[in-house]
């Protein structure tokens, strides 16, 4: 139980193009998911929190208008990296918080997203 | 705010061998803990964690961790370590909160290299 996938699991782009991630709690609903970046032997980074029905919060020095989150539902939040550029390129992990029984309180993450921008 | 010490930033211990990796926090507030473990090109996945009851807490694949609230600890252990249990492991916590938005700290990682 409390699997998280991301499709798709790498991606590569030219620059000025825009690339869209998806993440989804397949056997639990999670109201809230997160987006993290994180490069390369590293922690991760925080980049936004998404509730579903409403606007992402996104953490300091985050540009809102270039990673753009949509959670429209309680099992799916995207991830729209617009006008990617090379500095873009990175590992973009989500997680999805469980809100009752045993995923309760727990972030489970998704297996990750490779960006190469050229 | 919480903040996460995970003062090993790398760990080689010899096939069979125990390992403890080490992991304090601080926080003015209670917290949940979390042991994270990833592999190379892989996303996190939940070792164990505590969130309330018994302080030892067990994983299916043999590893261990004690919440030790007077020591902020909460480390993890494991009795005979594998080759297979090479990967980089992550301490977390978040705020006790019935709110589905509390964000996870980590800590900055440590990175266990099993020798054959």
């Known amino acids: 139980g409390a699997v998280v996938s991301q499709h798709p699991s790498w991606v590569i782009c030219k620059s000025g193009t825009s690339v869209k991630i998806e993440c989804r709690s397949l056997d639990f609903q999670a109201t809230t998911m997160f987006w993290y970046r994180q490069f390369p032997k590293q922690s991760l980074m925080l980049m936004a929190t998404s509730n579903e029905g409403s606007k992402a919060t996104y953490e300091q020095g985050v540009e809102k208008d270039k990673f753009l989150i949509n959670h429209a539902s309680l099992t799916l939040s995207t991830l729209t990296v617009t006008s990617a550029h090379p500095e873009d390129s990175s590992f973009y992990i989500c997680?999805?918080?469980?809100?009752?029984?045993?995923?309760?309180?727990?972030?489970?993450f998704g297996p990750g997203t490779r960006l190469t921008v050229l | 705010a919480q903040s996460v010490t995970q003062l090993d930033s790398q760990v080689p211990v010899f096939e069979e061998a125990p390992v403890e990796l080490r992991c304090n926090y601080s926080?003015?507030?209670?917290?949940?803990l979390f042991w994270y473990v990833q592999y190379p090109n892989q996303g996190l996945q939940l070792l164990l964690k505590?969130?309330?009851?018994?302080?030892l807490v067990e994983s299916i694949n043999g590893f261990e961790a004690e919440f030790n609230k007077s020591q902020t600890s909460f480390h993890l252990r494991k009795p005979s370590v594998h080759i297979s249990d090479t990967a980089e492991y992550f301490c977390a916590v978040s705020r006790l909160s019935n709110f589905g938005n509390e964000k996870l700290t980590f800590g900055t990682g440590t990175r266990l290299t099993i020798i054959p």
């Open positions: 997680s999805a918080r469980g809100v009752a029984g045993a995923v309760r309180y727990t972030q489970y």
């Open positions: 926080s003015s507030v209670s917290v949940y």
């Open positions: 505590y969130l309330s009851g018994s302080t």
